[in-house]
Nanobody
Framework: QVQLVESGGEPVQSGGSLRLSCVVS????????IGWFRRAPGKEREGVAK???????SYADSVKGRFTISRDNAKNTAYLQMNSLKPEDTAMYYC???????????????????WGNGTQVTVSN
C-alpha cells in the first residue's frame, strides 16, 4: 500500500521561505515520479512541480525561479523549497507519486494515482 505524508506547512510572512517534505512508503518500484500540487481556497487543484528519480524537474510558470523541487531517493523523500512566498501561494499543498510518463511537462493530476493528505501553507502580508 502506497502512502505519502507531507509536512512542513505553516504560517509565514510574505517574502519568507518554507521547505515542505513528502515521505513515500510502500512504492515497490525504484523509479517513479513525485509531484507537488496545491489547492487555494475556492480554486481547483493545480500542479506546482514534479521530479523523476534521476532528478529531472518541471515547474508551473507561477513558481519558476521561486520554488525548487528535490528528492532523496535513499530516504524516499521529496522536498519543495519555497522562497519569496506571496499571499497567493496560500494553499493546501499535496504530494503525489506514480510511474513517470514518457512525455515531460508540468505536473497534471491525471498522472498520479497516489496522494497524500496535504499540508497547509498560509502566507500573510
Amino acid at each position: 500500500q502506497v502512502q505519502l505524508v507531507e509536512s512542513g506547512g505553516e504560517p509565514v510572512q510574505s517574502g519568507g521561505s518554507l521547505r515542505l517534505s513528502c515521505v513515500v512508503s510502500g512504492y515497490t518500484h525504484s523509479s517513479y515520479c513525485i509531484g507537488w500540487f496545491r489547492r487555494a481556497p475556492g480554486k481547483e487543484r493545480e500542479g506546482v512541480a514534479k521530479i523523476d528519480s534521476d532528478g529531472r524537474t518541471s515547474y508551473a510558470d507561477s513558481v519558476k525561479g521561486r520554488f525548487t523541487i528535490s528528492r532523496d531517493n535513499a530516504k524516499n523523500t521529496a522536498y519543495l523549497q519555497m522562497n519569496s512566498l506571496k499571499p497567493e501561494d496560500t494553499a493546501m499543498y499535496y504530494c503525489a507519486a506514480d510511474a513517470c510518463r514518457g512525455a515531460w511537462f508540468p505536473p497534471q493530476e491525471y498522472e498520479f494515482r497516489y496522494w497524500g493528505n496535504g499540508t497547509q501553507v498560509t502566507v500573510s502580508n
